[in-house]
């Protein structure tokens, strides 16, 4: 118990020294800029899959309000009606390079919850933030087609091995928990590899646990207010939906900033109690 209440306050502190609440709201900023390009590269990429833009949109009602959900909507319509991008353009270069700035600013705000500072080069800054990008776009993929088609696939797998009873019973577990899992993925490898510092999987699972299911339950509790509760549009008039847009993304970036930092002190933590075991012996 004692171990626990320390860390907390190691913790509290960590979070009030790095300003994480302060940084949240910049990382959000960059996050404005980039999540839209994100989209079109996205939606550029179904074009590719059996997958419509309605499989998305179908997706992205379910974590966001409906007013921010209308903003999202609006803009995938327009992009899809312009149809002016391709895989092999330079537009959609320069839309993957746009998308890669949200991560670049993550990753400095990561680099500080560590108290480290950034000794790669320019080039390596910018291939993790677009290898971060593609490796999304392509998690996002994989998660609608197993939500579309998953039952479809699984359903004649397990025909094959006489299991069916068994699918139908697995399939309401699967199609909530896989998800679920992919988004853990994302943010473990996130906590990985984006810090300046060699870390290992035991040093960043924590934070990626605390941020998958922190961020769904913001995500709920927030669109259940909104839906609800919270009439923005009274108070902002016509830019309600963006502001509530721009709330949801600074919940989000918080939640992955405190992911970073509960990481980040565990791992002084356990440094320092080695050194100071080393030191001993």
Known sequence: MEG??????????????????ARGAQLSYFFILSIFPFLIFLITLIDYTPLSQQHTLDQL???LPDNAFAIVEQIVSE???ADNF???SLGILG?????SRGTAALIKSLNKAYDITESRSFFVLNTI????TLALALLILFTLSF???????????????GLEG?????????????????????????????PNCRLRLRHVYPGAIFSTLAWIIASQAFAFYVNNFGNFSRTYGSIGGIIVFMIWLYLSSVVVLLGGEINATLYNSFCKSNQKSWTAS
């Not at 933030?129 to 971060?132: D, L, R, T």
């Not at 939500?147 to 091995?161: K, N």
């Not at 399939?171 to 906590?191: A, D, Q």
């Open 4 to 21: 626990i209440l320390s860390f907390i306050k190691q913790l509290y502190l960590r979070i009030q020294e790095n300003e994480t609440t």
């Open 61 to 63: 009602a379910l974590l």
């Open 79 to 81: 992009v899809e009606a």
């Open 86 to 88: 391709t895989l092999l």
């Open 95 to 99: 839309t993957i390079w746009t998308a």
């Open 129 to 132: 933030g677009i290898a971060a």
């Open 147 to 161: 939500l579309v088609f998953g039952q479809v696939i699984g359903e004649l797998a397990f025909q094959y091995l």
């Open 166 to 194: 068994l699918f139908q019973a697995l399939w309401p577990v699967l199609r909530f928990s896989i998800p679920l899992l992919i988004i853990f993925v994302s943010f473990t490898l996130l906590f990985l590899y984006s």
